[in-house]
């Protein structure tokens, strides 16, 4: 990692590598296409769309990125088709996605350097808790917060699918306990999780129910991810946000700086398009 906060494209660079790093290693098995690009596999969560897609450093142009996704997933029980590209793509290359029915999402990846002064006391309400306990608060904000229209099986998985985090990362998670109840209950209202490795921290997952907003648990959520994220010796504090939504700009007020662009690609399948798509993946294959 550089030591120099004025060098912006080294810093994003740095970061997209960071990414990378860390969501290859949360993955069952790896394929490598080229030196910029990966298959991830994850069949136990086969419902967790960033562990099982296509993943580049690179911008390798469209008709490449359908054909690696179709040869990673097209042969298996996968109802979707997913890239995450850790770069910038071209107009072409999101054009000729859009045209092959991919939903294109823009995300930016931000960063904020760490100093000694953001190790404060961990605020009194936050209690740090382990999976066991954090898993039905998690399933509930997939289907009041995050994803309302998931099924019960999908929710299941976008939970369970949490133990891969730990295999690339040291991985925490810390709730605020509603105060309107018995104080060590595990009734949350807040959360927040971090992923550390090496000089870099990520924070993610950070939300409030919506019936517990505006009394600052935001803020607590941040100053204890930052704080820990510096106590365990990270220089940086991480995050995704996608471009257009208000989180990009209520982090940016909290000292996040954007780095670079990112983009998210996802197709979901309906049953003839499934079957469409195996029947051709499986003749390519001799051919992810």
């Known amino acids: 990692m550089s030591d120099d906060p004025k060098a912006p494209?080294?810093?994003?660079?740095?970061?997209?590598?960071?990414?990378?790093?860390?969501?290859?290693?949360?993955?069952?098995?790896?394929?490598?296409?080229?030196?910029?690009?990966?298959?991830?596999?994850?069949?136990?969560?086969?419902?967790?769309?960033?562990?099982?897609?296509?993943?580049?450093?690179?911008?390798?142009?469209?008709?490449?990125?359908?054909?690696?996704?179709?040869?990673?997933?097209?042969?298996?029980?996968?109802?979707?088709?997913?890239?995450?590209?850790?770069?910038?793509?071209?107009?072409?290359?999101?054009?000729?996605?859009?045209?092959?029915?991919?939903?294109?999402?823009?995300?930016?990846?931000?960063?904020?350097?760490?100093?000694?002064?953001?190790?404060?006391?961990?605020?009194?309400?936050?209690?740090?808790?382990?999976?066991?306990?954090?898993?039905?608060?998690?399933?509930?904000?997939?289907?009041?917060?995050?994803?309302?229209?998931?099924?019960?099986?999908?929710?299941?998985?976008?939970?369970?699918?949490?133990?891969?985090?730990?295999?690339?990362?040291?991985?925490?998670?810390?709730?605020?306990?509603?105060?309107d109840v018995a104080a060590h209950s595990n009734e949350f209202v807040a959360c927040c999780d971090i992923a550390i490795k090496d000089w870099a921290t990520e924070l993610d997952g950070v939300t409030t129910l919506a019936d517990h907003r505006k009394r600052g648990y935001g803020e607590i959520l941040i100053e204890t991810a930052l704080s820990l994220a510096r106590s365990a010796g990270s220089d940086y504090a991480v995050l995704t946000a996608l471009a257009d939504d208000w989180p990009r700009r209520w982090y940016a007020r909290r000292g996040f700086l954007e780095t670079g662009p990112a983009w998210v690609a996802t197709k979901i399948l309906q049953d003839d398009d499934a079957a469409s798509s195996s029947s051709t993946a499986s003749t390519n294959r001799s051919a992810k």
């Open 9 to 179: 494209v080294q810093l994003s660079e740095e970061v997209h590598d960071w990414y990378a790093q860390i969501t290859r290693g949360r993955a069952t098995t790896l394929v490598e296409f080229d030196s910029h690009s990966w298959g991830l596999l994850t069949p136990e969560w086969p419902r967790s769309h960033a562990n099982n897609g296509v993943l580049v450093r690179r911008d390798p142009g469209a008709d490449q990125l359908i054909e690696w996704t179709e040869q990673l997933l097209g042969s298996r029980d996968f109802n979707h088709r997913y890239v995450m590209a850790m770069c910038e793509l071209s107009a072409a290359t999101v054009d000729g996605l859009t045209q092959a029915g991919y939903t294109m999402e823009p995300e930016l990846q931000m960063v904020r350097p760490l100093t000694d002064a953001d190790v404060l006391p961990v605020s009194p309400l936050v209690a740090i808790v382990d999976e066991d306990t954090m898993s039905p608060f998690n399933a509930r904000l997939w289907r009041e917060e995050w994803l309302p229209t998931a099924d019960d099986e999908t929710v299941r998985q976008l939970v369970g699918r949490r133990e891969t985090y730990s295999r690339s990362t040291q991985f925490i998670s810390f709730a605020i306990r509603n105060p």
